[in-house]
């Protein structure tokens, strides 16, 4: 990928990532808006968009299937959208993340 003064194939604008916080059931709706919002705006159609919520650790949080539904995640059209739940406390599912970066990586 070449370090951060090359050309990178992504730059922070193009959305490829997008963290929440799984157990904040005040604040997903305003990620939700946030997200929707720079999808729009972005010009970079196509990359593809992973969404991953974190705290999954924690008992209230909402279930992978709960947060795609509760960020609209269906509505994003023209790219292909993941959605993991992680822990980074407890470094869970952070190889499902690697892989999925890595398998993009030289797309
Ligand atoms: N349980 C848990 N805590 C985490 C995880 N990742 C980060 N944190 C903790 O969450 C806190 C930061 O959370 P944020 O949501 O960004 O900050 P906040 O909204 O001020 O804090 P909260 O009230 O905990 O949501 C820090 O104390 C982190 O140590 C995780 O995967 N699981
Ligand atoms: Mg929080």
């Known amino acids: 990928m070449g370090d951060v003064t090359d050309s990178p194939k ?3 604008n193009d959305l490829s990532r997008f963290i929440v916080d799984s157990a904040d059931r005040e604040l997903l709706p305003i990620a939700r808006d946030e997200l929707h919002a720079l999808l729009e705006k972005t010009v ?3 990359i593809p968009l992973l969404v991953l919520g974190n705290k ?3 008992e209230d949080k909402l279930s992978v299937d709960e947060l795609i539904e509760e960020m609209d995640l269906r509505a994003v059209s023209h790219r292909e959208v993941s959605c993991y739940g992680i822990s980074a406390k407890e470094e869970t599912n952070l190889d499902a993340v690697l892989q999925w970066l890595i ?3 030289n797309r």
């Open 10 to 12: 992504y730059d922070a």
């Open 44 to 46: 970079l159609d196509g």
């Open 56 to 58: 999954s650790d924690l």
């Open 103 to 105: 398998a993009r990586a």
